[in-house]
């Protein structure tokens, strides 16, 4: 029920250290802070390309990749990166401060923190894997 009581831990290596990253589950205002973000980043992306690029990115006033929500892919890039990273690490073994290395974080480390935080603050897709973690059988 309440987001900050789920957290869980993700190990990485950094060279030959081993680094532990505490993730938390994203609370409702986090999420729709980080899907809003990445619709207006998409919006604006669109609107530099032009008109037609917008049409085929809109469908009523809405971003049309919100109606391939059940898609897994799709589904992680509903929520921009950077802001679910801030909001969803908590903390980390590294020796570099936390502030500072979200912004240096490689690609496939940055991403694989971004799905994790996602998967624990998401209802699963799978409508089996949803009934089963509200307890139904």
């Not at 509903?78 to 908590?90: F, H, I, K, N, S």
Request: aromatic residues 4%; charged residues 30%; glycine residues 6%.
């Amino acid at each position: 029920m309440f987001a900050s009581h789920t957290t869980a831990k993700l190990n990485f290596t950094d060279g030959s250290e081993a680094v532990i990253v505490t993730i938390r589950k994203l609370n409702a205002e986090a999420l729709r802070r980080a899907s809003e973000e990445q619709s207006t980043r998409a919006m604006a992306m669109a609107a530099k390309a032009g008109p037609e690029l917008l049409a085929l990115w809109t469908k009523d006033g809405a971003p049309a990749a919100r109606a391939d929500a059940d898609q897994l892919g799709t589904r992680y890039r509903q929520y921009d990166r950077p802001t679910v990273l801030l909001a969803g690490v908590e903390s980390w073994t590294a020796k570099m401060e936390l502030a500072k290395g979200l912004g240096d974080l490689d690609e496939e480390t940055a991403e694989a923190l971004h799905r994790a935080i996602l998967d624990l603050s998401l209802p699963p897709i799978d409508k089996e894997a949803a009934a089963a973690r509200r307890g139904e059988s």
